[in-house]
């Protein structure tokens, strides 16, 4: 079955930068669309950016100026390159694919 594993999450300070990764198992990688999504405490989970198994790319609108998704099929991985963060970026960011999730990876952004 689908396995996701995201790792990269952790504490920064506003204006930096984080790269989180999703390693998938048990899928035809290269086949699927991957998507990155986060969830803040009291809040709805919510589209960060997607990619197509042809590149296609797509990103939320608070994201679009400094979040870049990306992927490496060799290495069946999806990442998620996070730059200028903000405090309000600040949630468990998960991956998924074929509507299998990930556990998720803690972003936390202080001061």
């Known amino acids: 079955q689908v396995q996701l594993v995201e790792s990269g999450g952790g504490l920064v300070q506003p204006g930096e930068s984080l790269r989180l990764s999703c390693a998938a198992s048990?899928?035809?990688?290269?086949?699927?669309?991957m998507g990155w999504y986060r969830q803040a405490p009291g809040k709805q989970r919510e589209l960060v950016a997607s990619?197509?198994?042809?590149?296609?790319?797509n990103l939320a609108d608070s994201v679009k100026a400094r979040f870049t998704i990306s992927r490496d099929n060799a290495e069946n991985t999806v990442y998620l390159q996070m730059n200028s963060l903000k405090p309000e970026d600040t949630a468990v960011y998960y991956c998924?694919?074929?509507?299998?999730w990930g556990q998720g990876t803690q972003v936390t952004v202080s001061s």
């Open positions: 998924k694919c074929r509507g299998v």
């Open positions: 048990g899928v035809r990688f290269s086949m699927w669309s």
């Open positions: 990619m197509s198994a042809g590149g296609e790319t």
